[in-house]
């Protein structure tokens, strides 16, 4: 794993809060993959940590509100097989 594989670019901050805040950015975001990658593994997936990057570009979600209740739905569009494999193996 290296800042190439979460695609972070060198930063250059002076003020000490935006240093912490892109320290914190790209720690959140190794560990969400290292958790991804570990997920991944655990369900016997044959597909790995870049490839689900890859699928997870096309992933798309609506969200509307019903007119009469006024509530929310989400509803995920439809999605190809390696897609469902890489949803029920992160397990959302």
Partial sequence: MSKTD????????????????????????????LEMERRLKTANSKISINRAGELSLNMYQMVFQLPKSKTFRKQLLKMDNEQEELLGAIGI
């Fill in 6 to 33: 979460l695609r972070v670019r060198p930063k250059y901050h002076r003020l000490f809060n935006r240093i912490e805040a892109h320290i914190t950015i790209c720690f959140t975001a190794y560990t969400i993959m």
